[in-house]
């Protein structure tokens, strides 16, 4: 089955920053689109980032000029630059792809457990 691990989730303080990675394992067909979350406790899961099959990206507007997606394909992996955390930028991130498991299987989205990022002030 499709697995998605997330790394590089910990601890930094205001203005530092932290590369989060997300590799896609196991059964994997083709993979369209690859996608950052994140979710703070009382608060509803938003979109950070994603980043299409041809590489164009979007972001919130909360994080534009700060963080920066990108992804290998070779590696099946998406990565996230987080640069100038804030406070407010502390949640649990997601990694998303909207991906095909099998030639015969329909597009699905597949989650990763999450990793935990703490700015301090």
């Known amino acids: 089955q499709v697995q998605l691990v997330e790394s590089g989730g910990g601890l930094v303080q205001a203005g530092g920053s932290l590369r989060l990675s997300c590799a896609a394992s196991?059964?994997?067909?083709?993979?369209?689109?690859m996608s950052w979350y994140r979710q703070a406790p009382g608060k509803q899961r938003e979109l950070v980032a994603s980043?299409?099959?041809?590489?164009?990206?979007n972001y919130a507007d909360s994080v534009k000029g700060r963080f920066t997606i990108s992804r290998d394909n070779a590696k099946n992996t998406v990565y996230l630059q987080m640069n100038g955390l804030k406070p407010e930028d502390t949640a649990v991130y997601y990694c998303?792809?909207?991906?095909?498991?099998?030639?015969?299987?329909?597009?699905?989205?597949?989650w990763g457990q999450g990793t935990q990022v703490t700015v301090s002030s």
């Open positions: 980043i299409t099959s041809t590489s164009r990206t």
């Open positions: 998303n792809a909207e991906l095909r498991a099998h030639w015969s299987s329909p597009f699905g989205n597949y």
């Open positions: 196991g059964s994997i067909f083709s993979i369209n689109a």
